[in-house]
T-cell receptor
């Protein structure tokens, strides 16, 4: 089975400091991995995706993530947090071996302090 | 990018009534759509996969007679919550896959908040 573990339920950073949201996955095949962001009462927006190309993936709004197969990790980073980054972030895994279904992590709420 | 809409965005209904939620792909034809449920402060859980012209595939534990899914066209899927009860109150989100795009990516609707009183 495939699964996703987001290691932190809440992360708090100061504006202008780096962001690190951690994600580990489990999959028996070759997974695709995604990060989605959800602002309060809004739908999900895709930040970035990894689909077996370059292991360092750049997304929107300055976010990036690195796929590390040996560590089964796909951590999300951003060099400098902005107030508008405050939201909930979901790490998601999908695998052709499981019908390309998306499996969501529990989510990490990012708080940005001024 | 691909756009998916949902209607209504919010609905309040009385216990025992049925509620229909629509999910539309606005600028692409979606052969496959998905329905998720999100409880407060929790992650999204896949309820069912909807394929145009065929019966939906429900995830384990989801009552297919309670959550009726119809995918009658390539741009529209509906979820009907039948005989709704307060425990059905939740945030329902649909997504759609564009068969001409990346096979893994799903485009999400903005969600429908259902409150059953």
């Amino acid at each position: 089975a495939q699964s996703v573990t987001q290691l932190d339920s809440h992360v708090s950073v100061s504006e202008g400091t780096p962001v690190l949201l951690r994600c580990n996955y489990s999959s028996s095949y070759s997974p695709s991995l995604f990060w989605y962001v959800q602002h309060p009462n809004k739908g999900l927006q895709l930040l970035l995706k990894y689909t077996s190309a370059a292991t360092l993936v750049k997304g929107i709004n300055g976010f990036e993530a690195e796929f590390k197969k040996s560590e089964t990790s796909f951590h999300l980073t951003k060099p400098s947090a902005h107030m508008s980054d405050a939201a909930e972030y979901f790490c998601v895994v999908s695998d052709w071996g499981y019908g390309n279904k998306l499996v969501f992590g529990a989510g990490t709420i990012l708080r940005v302090k001024s | 990018g691909a756009v998916v809409s949902q209607h209504p965005s919010r609905v309040i209904c009385k216990s025992g009534t049925s509620v229909k939620i629509e999910c539309r792909s606005l600028d692409f034809q979606a052969t496959t759509m998905f329905w998720y449920r999100q409880f407060p402060k929790q992650s999204l859980m896949l309820m069912a996969t909807s394929n145009e012209g065929s019966k939906a595939t429900y995830e384990q534990g989801v009552e297919k007679d309670k959550f009726l899914i119809n995918h009658a066209s390539l741009t529209l899927s509906t979820l009907t919550v039948t005989s709704a009860h307060p425990e059905d109150s939740s945030f329902y989100i649909c997504s759609a896959r564009d068969p001409l795009a990346d096979s893994y990516e799903q485009y999400f609707g903005p969600g429908t908040r259902l409150t059953v009183t």
